[in-house]
Nanobody
Framework: QVQVVESGGGSVQAGGSLKLSCIVS????????MAWFRQAPGKEREGLAV????????YYTDAAKARFAISGDYDKKMAFLQMDDLRPDDTGVYYC???????????????????????WGQGTQVTVSS
């Protein structure tokens, strides 16, 4: 059984920063891909960033490029999302997702794989006010 728990959400003014954390409890092998998604009010869920932990490869979608950074402490089964220069349209529920792949990649395919086969946390709310 795998459990994923996010923390670090909150309310911030536009231009501010937040760092989200995620910890994974896995019975056996630690996940080798960890990603962050979000869902804004009235919008579809979207992927933000993914990391392949075995080689450190990362991939960012356009929504996250330049302002967000994914990192991790894989010995502790943790992942982080540093978010800077936050904007009101970054408001939403942010989800950490953990899983396994065997292709050594971190890209859009990996994000789609995690939508179907990943283990999701309950989400943490981020609210950015103008």
């Amino acid at each position: 059984q795998v459990q994923v728990v996010e923390s670090g959400g909150g309310s911030v003014q536009a231009g501010g920063s937040l760092k989200l954390s995620c910890i994974v409890s896995a019975y056996k092998t630690s996940p080798n891909v960890m990603a962050w998604f979000r869902q804004a009010p009235g919008k579809e869920r979207e992927g933000l960033a993914v990391m392949y932990t075995d080689n450190g490869s990362t991939y960012y979608t356009d929504a996250a490029k330049a302002r967000f950074a994914i990192s991790g402490d894989y010995d502790k089964k943790m992942a982080f999302l540093q978010m800077d220069d936050l904007r009101p349209d970054d408001t939403g529920v942010y989800y950490c997702v953990a899983g396994w792949t065997n292709d050594g990649r971190a890209d859009s395919v990996t994000l789609r794989h995690l939508v179907a086969a990943g283990f999701w946390g309950q989400g943490t709310q981020v609210t950015v006010s103008s």
